[in-house]
């Protein structure tokens, strides 16, 4: 039988740097890629549903789940991260929201190459 290279397709241990600036100051984290699954899982912890008909996202779960997941190190204590998240502000938060993928629209430009 004969076996194809898997290895593009596997998620890997790679853990990259990101850094947020903000107010003159530099935030270093450290952040690791979460496999399909592990995001499903994340999502499916913050679907509701109203009225039996509208699907609801609560985007602001996402994204603290997420973070608790993907986050190897960040500015704060990473046991912390719930309660930091709920209290930065805004204009800060935006800029964290460019380490987080979009739970509601998967990534369009690779599933127009399928």
């Given at each position: 039988?004969n076996?194809?290279?898997?290895?593009?397709?596997?998620i890997?241990?790679?853990?990259k740097?990101?850094?947020?600036?903000?107010?003159?100051?530099e935030?270093?984290?450290?952040?690791?890629?979460?496999?399909?699954?592990k995001?499903?899982?994340?999502?499916?912890?913050?679907?509701?549903?109203?009225?039996?008909?509208?699907?609801?996202?609560?985007?602001?779960?996402f994204?603290?789940?997420y973070?608790?997941e993907?986050?190897?190190?960040a500015p704060?204590?990473k046991?912390?991260?719930?309660?930091?998240?709920?209290?930065?502000?805004?204009?800060?938060?935006?800029?964290?929201?460019a380490?987080?993928?979009?739970?509601?629209?998967p990534?369009?430009?690779?599933?127009?190459?399928?």
């Amino acid at each position: 039988m004969n076996q194809q290279d898997l290895s593009s397709i596997l998620i890997d241990d790679e853990i990259k740097d990101a850094t947020i600036e903000h107010d003159g100051k530099e935030y270093n984290f450290k952040i690791k890629k979460l496999s399909w699954t592990k995001i499903n899982s994340i999502l499916s912890k913050c679907i509701n549903y109203e009225n039996k008909k509208n699907v609801v996202i609560d985007k602001s779960e996402f994204d603290i789940l997420y973070l608790k997941e993907a986050l190897v190190e960040a500015p704060w204590p990473k046991e912390q991260t719930r309660m930091f998240l709920t209290r930065i502000t805004p204009e800060f938060g935006k800029k964290l929201e460019a380490l987080i993928p979009n739970p509601s629209a998967p990534e369009d430009d690779e599933l127009k190459n399928l």
